[in-house]
């Protein structure tokens, strides 16, 4: 596929309006030809007002339509994932094998919406029939689905170029939905985006759909951000990156006329709490897998296992040494930007100025914006009076808390803000306190993890990426797995309608033959 830079609107696509960038390779420190256009906010009403106009065809495609045009941009991305994966590994400086990997798992992912689709559940039928007889007044017949929420504006994210970019999971369940997509391709990675970008654009016309029902722009700044969220049009937003990112965005999307939802994914270090008994037993497997798991992607992952707690007693130096012992191994490598880099290295140093001691290091950087692995160690009491210590640090370095008894760590599970997932190394002896860990971790947490780390995740009808504020705006959603698509529908019900202007999933006779609520029990 022949790079050209273009923005992706309507089908076709618009050169530049608002000046251009080029890709950055952060590993050789090059810029990478093409040039990439940027457009402003003319460019974002042109792609909402199709989008608009796609609404009522799209949301309306037959379930198996929808699958087949879904299923369709899974075939593309496997096709083009070998070019896709070189071009991403360009302009990330990471290994192109990892990227490969990534577009096989996102191309499951939109064959997994495909099932979803297809089983209709998502829909949530029901049915209460009339009862003209019911006393002391009768019932009219009342039938419910979830219906398409309008156009998605979805906000690509740095770290994930594929699953969380242009063609992740944030657009395969808007579009699962039934929602038409505007996204807002990140500048880190332009390439992979217009790779991504070309594959659906494609699908939408080899479908027959409305060329409204997916757009890529990019801009400079803000402005085309926030053109965006304040667009009367768009009817929801996701975003993944920080928290002032994210507390912008919503901030400004419940400043419309017409609050909109803003599903954000900001930050989170995945608590890890090993406890005693478990300590005691492989505190050195566990430092060694900790250090693994956090090093992945150069600690650019949203369920790095950031921060470890522990109380010092058997098994706590063997794992602290374990731990020394396998981040020395880890060569500095390129991050996915040098802002990302800059904010990395001073976040890094924080931690160091507010008391967290530097028990080792991988190789040093010799130049550019490559990230140096560290590892760093805190009492519990220090953790307990510093914030900022229980603050995500985006990038390869990882907080070991020594703390002194089980109720301290207890404390200290009390201490931190929500979080996207927390982990439990526990054995049989450690029940008492696990049982009393559980509830704290509930409150704080969408995903609880037992003997094993907080990466990778599956994506799976059971995967719950999401948690309370601030790891995301909204606790009651994933960003991941196959509930992503309830961001995106809310109910209409229907009342005394005739047969024929009913949704195929509520018509009597249930043509789609979809699992439904009739009267309060389900039937088929």
Known sequence: ???????????????????????????????????????????????????????????????????????????????????????TSLE????????????????????????????????????????????????????????????VAIFGASNFPISYSVAGGDTASALAAGCPVVLKAHNAHPGASEIEGRIIQEAVAESGLHPGVFALVRGPGNEIGE????????????????????????????????????????????PTFVLPAALAARGAEIGTGLVQRGMYNVGQACLKPAVLLAVEGPGYAELREAAVTEVAKWDARPMLTPGIHDAYTRNAQRHQDNGAVRLGEGTAPEDGAYGQALLLEVTGEQLLAEPTLREEVFGPTL????????????????????????????DAADRTTAEALLPVLERRTGRIVFN????????????????????????????????????????????????ELLPQALRDGNPLGLWRLVDGELAR
Do not use: C
Not at 33 to 59: I, M
Not at 472 to 484: H, I, L
């Open 452 to 499: 094993a780390f907080s990466i990778p995740q599956e994506v799976s009808y059971a995967t719950t990426h999401g948690g309370p504020f601030p790891a995301t705006s909204d606790s009651r959603f994933t960003s991941v797995g196959m509930g992503a698509i309830e961001r995106f529908i809310r109910p209409v019900t229907y009342q005394n309608f005739p047969d």
């Open 227 to 270: 053109a965006l969220v304040d667009h009367p049009l768009v009817k929801a937003v996701t975003f993944t990156g920080s928290e002032a990112g994210g507390m912008a965005l919503y901030r400004r999307a419940q400043q419309r006329p017409d609050p909109i939802p803003v599903f954000t994914e900001m930050t989170s270090v995945n």
């Open 92 to 151: 990330t400086g990471l290994p192109a094998a990892q990227f490969e990997g990534e577009a096989v798992r996102t191309a499951g992912v939109f064959r997994k919406f495909a099932a979803v689709v297809r089983q209709g559940r998502f829909l949530q039928a029901a049915i209460d029939p009339a009862q003209p007889d019911r006393q002391p007044t009768p019932r009219m017949d009342h039938r419910l689905q979830k219906v398409a929420l309008g156009p």
């Open 399 to 426: 907080l070991l808390v020594k703390l002194s008894s089980s109720e301290q760590l207890l404390e200290a599970a009390r201490a931190f803000r929500g979080q996207l997932s927390a982990t439990l190394h526990a």
């Open 1 to 87: 596929m022949t790079l050209t830079g273009d923005l992706l609107i309507g089908g076709g696509r618009v050169p530049a309006t608002a000046g251009t960038m080029k890709a950055f390779n952060p590993a050789t420190g090059e810029f990478i030809e093409p040039e990439f256009a940027f457009g402003g906010p003319a460019e974002v009403d042109r792609a909402l007002r199709l989008a608009d106009e796609a609404y009522d065809s799209y949301s309306r495609t037959g379930l198996e339509e929808r699958a087949l045009f879904l299923e369709l941009i899974a075939d593309k991305l496997e096709a083009v994932k070998d070019e896709l994966a070189a071009r």
